[in-house]
């Protein structure tokens, strides 16, 4: 069964420095997103993404946060300059239709643990 | 505003018997409805789906209620496994295609 992968699953990084996360979503699949889970806590939205463009963003992703798709496959999310408070799990996720065809199930990886010192 | 929620952030059930896991939302202008099952270091995967114009859906196993006059959301497990225990969240969604999930609730399944 197709996946979303995401690498690394762990990324340990200094305050201040740039990261950058890493997804390879659905081949077949159009809508692309990115969510975080603090520990212990609910899974939260950060952004979705189609057609190159950002479709949605939250409060949480601020103009330290960038999204992109370089190529056909791959889909990451950039921290410019990361806080204490940014260390959670990143969840990539993508669906085959979204916006207002958004009655689509959305598949998630397994997740990047970012941890911020 | 919008939130989505489950009643008990714990249920534990002997193994065999059925569980039942609600959840309550507030967003009536929500019309697509989905239950993710979380394990230990993996991410949401997801297990049912049901669209508001719906108030049941089976899928092996599991089947999901939607009770749109009163906003809630329930997921029943029969004859729930070990493999079952995980934290379950409910998610929502409107017209844009963003997922609000709910706090979770974690089922332990006694042998």
């Known amino acids: 069964e197709p996946e979303v992968t995401q690498t690394p699953s762990h990324q340990v990084t200094q305050m201040g420095q740039e990261v950058i996360l890493r997804c390879v979503p659905i081949s077949n699949h159009l809508y692309f997103y990115w969510y975080r889970q603090i520990l212990g806590q609910k899974v939260e939205f950060l952004v979705s993404f189609y057609n190159n463009e950002i479709s949605e963003k939250s409060e949480i992703f601020d103009d330290q946060f960038s999204v992109e798709r370089p190529d056909g496959s791959n889909f990451t999310l950039k921290i410019r300059s990361t806080k204490l408070e940014d260390s959670a799990m990143y969840f990539c996720?993508?669906?085959?239709?979204?916006?207002?065809?958004?009655?689509?199930?959305?598949?998630f990886g397994d997740g990047t643990r970012l941890s911020i010192l | 505003g919008e939130s989505v929620g489950l009643h008990l952030p714990t249920l534990s059930v002997q193994e065999g018997d059925n569980s039942i896991i609600n959840c309550a939302y507030s967003?009536?202008?929500?019309?697509?409805f989905i239950w993710y099952k979380q394990e230990s270091g993996k991410g949401p995967q997801f297990i049912i789906d049901i669209r508001s114009n719906m108030d049941k859906r089976q899928g092996q196993r599991v089947t999901v209620l939607l009770n749109k006059t009163v906003k809630h959301l329930s997921l029943q497990i029969a004859a729930t496994q070990p493999g079952d225990s995980a934290v379950y969240f409910c998610?929502?969604?409107?017209?844009?295609?963003?997922?609000?999930f709910g706090q979770g609730t974690t089922l332990q399944v006694k042998p």
């Open positions: 996720a993508s669906s085959e239709l979204g916006g207002a065809y958004s009655n689509q199930p959305q598949h």
């Open positions: 967003n009536s202008a929500s019309d697509y």
């Open positions: 998610a929502e969604s409107g017209n844009t295609g963003k997922l609000i």
